[in-house]
């Protein structure tokens, strides 16, 4: 009875006895979802366009995050750093499309997914000869990203909103509104989800496959250079930062793995689930319960709906 | 446009050849020598049993198979194998045996898809979705709806096309590459799986877009009854090797031909 009690009526309970409480932690838990919604963006680019789960999208994020403080400590001013490396992105999008897709053409999606892992191990060795292994940190104030905090009085107790959270949720809606549409309505996005459902047939229209993939790492890069920013600016840029792009795996379960949107419904979800998990229920459990709980919500969703919230439901007839 | 007769056809200019055209499969021989032109406006049947190459032979003409002999003309430029990109650019389309949609999306957008070569203007206009290319989607997408309406698709433009039945997602693909204008379109069994009546209405578009639109139709079929009413002229494929060539009721009684479909009495 005690347990069922601290279950079900504690928390709710809490949640009404300290409302600026229950309204920090749904703030938190939607700021980290964004987050987690912009790493998720990286993987389902790539997934539509060539159905192949790009295991290299963490290391992109850390790549693109310490090329750019990387030359802002050789004296390069931080804009000019940016399009620099923005610029490098696009060469690696380049690179990775002539060396490593296109050889690969037409073999198993299994054979594509392991190029990427060889792909994270190189840029990982490529970033640690170039930048050293030890953390950096990111130019915010260079940037003009914000800093500090707004105290927000309500229901007679203190909110407390992180400026940079602010930013990183208006810039990862924008970047996730923007490419929405692109997909949905214009000829290239439509190029790209043709791609994505058959080879064949998106040649014979005279779709150039290899365009198409440049396009689409690409954009899979300036998602990563972003992403790279806004975590790198509440923590700071290392590898670690590597093991977080994980965290967008049970997002993409969530959302789909096909879907903008559902990347970033799925981020809020698990964001929230985990932040309030974390508050009410995870002393109960001992602490820790953030690093699982998005996992148990994956897999809850997995049984009722396969295909995520809004991922396309590809009907197969036998 | 009207179609051509026989007459006109057998005088008339030749669009595409391919000349002595080999391509083997580790130790299989898929097409082995084998010559032949589609000339503009007709109506050309490949015909042959199963495995005789006449898939194999639409793959080279569209660039999904080089040849590893032989040479491709198409509209006088002549080349040892062609590029899907190049020859979708140059005016061929396709449908696929075994139906290629993009099973994600709807009929229109499919038939959308087809418009890709058509459209110009560049990524940050589509981006921003904005003025001309506004202006641009609109354009086309009116030519799509009249290639639907040809079609009769009207019905079924929103729906997925995962959901449809066969008939009618042979179809729509049928309608994407008319969305690309072809001068040439290669029909892989545009009739295979059908009943009567929809072979009946397949046999009909066929010849309407012969007549309206005067494309070129390069088209593989097992049905005979429809091969005969259909083409203008016929090559048969058995083995990788051409047996025969000529106007359909020259083929209905060449000893080779009937050889090859039923076997020879020894």
């Known amino acids: ?318 | 446009m009207r179609a051509p007769t026989g007459q006109e056809i057998a005088a008339g200019e030749i669009l595409l050849s391919v000349d002595n055209i080999s391509l083997s499969f580790g130790g299989v021989k898929a097409v082995s020598g084998v010559s032949l032109d589609i000339r503009k406006g007709e109506i050309r049947a490949i015909i042959g049993p199963n495995g005789a190459g006449k898939t194999t032979l639409l793959n080279i003409i569209n660039g999904f198979y080089h040849p590893q002999q032989g040479r491709i003309t198409f509209k006088g430029k002549s080349r040892s194998r062609m590029r899907p990109y190049e020859a979708a650019r140059g005016g061929i389309a396709r449908t696929f045996q075994n139906v290629a949609l993009f099973k994600g999306m709807t009929a229109l957008d499919n038939i959308m898809v087809g418009r890709t070569l058509k459209m110009h203007r560049g990524f940050v206009w589509q981006l921003l979705r904005f003025g001309p290319a506004l202006a641009e989607e609109v354009a086309h997408r009116r030519v799509v709806e009249e290639i639907i309406d040809f079609l009769k698709l009207q019905q079924v433009r929103k729906i997925q096309v995962g959901k449809l039945p066969y008939g009618l997602q042979k179809r729509v693909e049928l309608g994407r590459a008319l969305a690309m204008e072809p001068e040439l379109l290669l029909l892989d069994e545009p009739m295979a799986g059908m009943n009567l009546e929809e072979k009946e209405d397949m046999s009909r578009y066929i010849l309407d877009v012969n007549d309206h639109f005067g494309t070129t139709i390069a088209l593989i079929e097992h049905d005979m009854g429809v091969v005969m009413d259909l083409s203008d002229r016929v090559v048969v494929l058995d083995h990788g090797i051409k047996i025969a060539d000529g106007a359909p009721s020259d083929i209905k009684n060449d000893q080779a031909v009937i050889a090859a479909y039923l076997g020879v009495a020894h």
Request: aromatic share 12%.
């Open chain 1, 1 to 318: 009875m005690d347990l069922l009690y601290k279950i079900f009526i504690d928390p709710p309970v809490q949640m009404g006895a300290a409302p600026d409480l229950l309204v920090q932690a749904l703030w938190e838990g939607c700021v980290s979802g964004v987050l987690y919604a912009l790493i998720a963006l990286g993987f389902v680019l790539i997934f539509k366009a060539s159905g192949v789960f790009n295991f290299a999208q963490g290391i992109m994020v850390v790549f693109a995050a310490l090329t750019l403080v990387g030359l802002n400590g050789h004296g390069v001013p931080a804009f000019l750093a940016l399009a620099i490396t923005l610029g490098v992105m696009f060469v690696l999008a380049l690179a990775v499309e002539r060396v490593v897709l296109r050889p690969l053409v037409n073999q198993p999606e299994i054979i594509l997914f392991m190029a990427t892992f060889g792909l994270t191990y190189f840029l990982i060795g490529l970033g640690e000869l170039i930048f050293g292994g030890e953390p950096k940190v990111m130019i915010s104030d260079q940037l003009w990203l914000p800093g500090g905090a707004y105290r927000i009085e309500i229901f007679g107790g203190f909110v407390q909103l992180q400026k940079i959270d602010i930013a990183a949720a208006v810039i990862a809606l924008l970047l996730v509104a923007a490419l929405a549409v692109f997909f949905q309505r214009t000829r290239i996005g439509r190029a790209l989800r043709a791609v994505a459902d058959s080879h064949m047939a998106a040649l014979s229209v005279g779709i150039s496959l290899e365009q198409i993939w440049v396009i689409v790492w690409f954009a899979a890069g300036i998602v990563a250079l972003a992403t790279g920013i806004m975590w790198g600016a509440r923590s700071n840029v290392s590898f670690a930062l590597e093991i977080i792009a994980l965290k967008a795996l049970p997002v993409l379960i969530l959302g789909g793995f096909t879907s903008i949107p559902g990347a970033i419904v799925g981020g809020v979800i698990i964001g929230v689930g985990e932040k309030l998990g974390e508050f009410y229920w995870g002393p109960l459990l001992g602490s820790g319960i953030e690093s699982w709980l998005a996992y148990v919500i994956a897999l809850v969703f997995l049984l009722f709906r396969p295909q995520g919230l809004f991922g396309e439901r590809i009907i197969e007839r036998v």
